[in-house]
């Protein structure tokens, strides 16, 4: 699936947005929310990290 950019689209949308059609609105926002939530999953890690070399 991760070679096929279509499938992983549709993928996210099922993920993000369960029950809507496929269309070219709900695979954009099913992408945003995806790099969203991984951007703050990355802040989280980050921060995370740094509070544990603070003690």
């Known amino acids: 699936m991760a ?5 992983q689209l549709c993928a996210y949308a ?8 496929l269309t070219e609105d709900t ?3 099913a992408v945003l929310l ?7 999953f ?3 890690v980050t921060n995370g990290i ?3 070399w603070k003690k």
């Open 50 to 52: 740094g509070k544990a």
């Open 3 to 7: 070679v096929n950019g279509y499938s």
């Open 42 to 44: 990355e802040a989280a």
């Open 27 to 29: 695979l954009a926002t």
């Open 14 to 21: 099922r993920k993000w947005l369960p029950g809507e059609p």
């Open 34 to 40: 995806e790099r969203e939530y991984w951007q703050n």
